[in-house]
Nanobody, 120 residues
């Protein structure tokens, strides 16, 4: 499965961005992770293709929303009220039925990163 992420950019604090991740095939769960300079990659959000259950890290709850379009095999991450601390390279990832939703090492497929920079 190949994943193609897009939608990053440079915005000001309080602005919004929508990231997209197009998949060439089907996985069980899709996740978004991010990595800021000098920091470890961290979980942001995830969604299951079937049923649409969603998961978020606490710091983005109420600001970010993950969704999917099954027909397009595309997952979106709507990011609102962006903060400078959201600045990072964002990666989408696909996992199977045994993937632990929050653990990046358990995801099987990764897209290229897309840079999100939020200025204060």
């Amino acid at each position: 499965v190949q994943l193609q992420a897009s939608g990053g950019g440079l915005v000001q604090a309080g602005d919004s961005l929508r990231l997209s991740c197009a998949a060439s095939g089907r996985t069980f769960v899709m996740g978004w992770f991010r990595q800021a300079p000098g920091k470890e990659r961290e979980f942001v959000a995830a969604i299951r293709w079937s049923g649409g259950s969603t998961y978020y890290r606490d710091s983005v709850k109420g600001r970010f929303a993950i969704s999917r379009d099954n027909a397009k095999k595309t997952v979106y991450l709507q990011m609102n009220s962006l903060k400078p601390e959201d600045t990072a390279v964002y990666y989408c990832a696909g996992g199977g039925v045994t993937t632990s939703t929050y653990v990046s090492d358990e995801y099987d497929y990764w897209g290229q990163g897309t840079q999100v920079t939020v200025s204060s």
